[in-house]
């Protein structure tokens, strides 16, 4: 955050050749009438522009010209509003704002504004300012990242989640399609976690929650296939996958994963593995399903020095 150095009033007072202010002796010459720029303030690091309370700038340090290409004499005596596209006047002391300031040859510039005052007797205001180029550059290049992040998982046909390695705190992001894999909205996710666990089948939580713990404590990818419970009670057959993310130390610090809805594909291998040993139009066992079976039983039978017996129907 941009901010004047501790002690910076007194500091432009001591720059100014005048006492700390506060006495409202007349015989006090006006700051504006002594303002001589003395090697302190030309030394701080900060751009330092001081305006009367109608705007006027009254001085400018070296580093002002330098950001913004004009000529300090030419500032000095312009309203510091047609410098800085912002209305800086009825701003309280002490705030912050970004804004775009001119530039003598080139576009405006984004700069960061801290706005300050002095009472010496007359009130003046002082703005330290600061270069945002690179700070605006790296927001816009951060938000078209997270848009093209967010078009990207949002579109695909799964879950996308981003949990803390602590099994404690709830998810840091999910994806929309929570919604049609389980009936519940993203913020009811990421604001309970415990939601995952509510909505496995109560015959899979134990394996499920095993295998996730056993890849993130090796430090494994993990892909495993589960069943979920809709909250309208429809049964959903998902594969998990998902992968740790390490810290600049190399420890674990978040797990991204994916939840697909694979429930057509798992209806479609029970569908094919039934009809590989029942019959299409009746349902009944087939002759591959017999002949398998009768090829068990002989094995028992032997095993055990039993014998084995057929029963033949014709329907």
Request: proline share 6%; net charge negative.
């Amino acid at each position: 955050m941009l901010r004047p150095s501790p002690g910076w009033k007194a500091f432009l007072l001591m720059s100014f050749g005048l006492e700390q202010a506060g006495s409202d002796d007349a015989s006090t010459p006006k700051l504006t009438d002594r303002i001589e720029p003395g090697s302190l303030l030309e030394a701080t690091p900060e751009c330092l522009v001081v305006a009367q309370t109608d705007g006027r700038i009254v001085y400018a340090n070296r580093h002002v010209e330098e950001l913004t290409g004009f000529p300090r004499r030419e500032l000095v005596g312009t309203s510091i509003e047609l410098l800085i596209a912002a209305d800086l006047l009825d701003l309280p002391e002490g705030s912050r704002i970004e804004a775009m300031c001119r530039h003598a040859r080139h576009a405006p510039i984004p700069i960061e504004a801290h706005v300050g005052a002095l009472d010496v007797p007359e009130r003046l205001l002082v703005v330290a300012l600061r270069d945002a180029t690179e700070l605006h550059a790296g927001r816009e290049a951060r938000f078209e990242a997270e848009a093209k992040y967010r078009s990207l998982v949002e579109h695909i046909p799964a879950v996308v989640y981003l949990d803390p390695v602590d099994e404690e705190l709830s998810s840091i992001y999910v994806s929309p399609q929570v919604r049609d894999l389980i009936g519940i909205e993203p913020e009811v996710w990421l604001g309970d976690f415990s939601a995952w666990r509510n909505h496995v089948h109560a015959d899979d939580i134990e394996r499920a929650w095993d295998e996730y713990q056993d890849a993130y404590r090796n430090h494994l990818p993990l892909n495993h296939e589960y069943r979920m419970v809709h909250e309208d009670g429809a049964v959903r057959w998902v594969l998990e996958q998902a992968f740790p993310i390490d810290d600049e130390q190399g420890n674990p610090w978040l797990i991204q994963g994916v939840i697909f809805d694979i429930t057509e594909r798992k209806t479609a291998e029970e569908q094919a593995n039934f009809l590989a040993y029942h019959d299409k139009l009746t349902g009944l066992p087939n002759r591959v399903l017999f002949e398998e079976m009768l090829e068990a039983a002989i094995a028992r039978a032997r095993r055990t020095d039993l014998g084995v017996g057929v029963l033949y129907l014709d329907l």
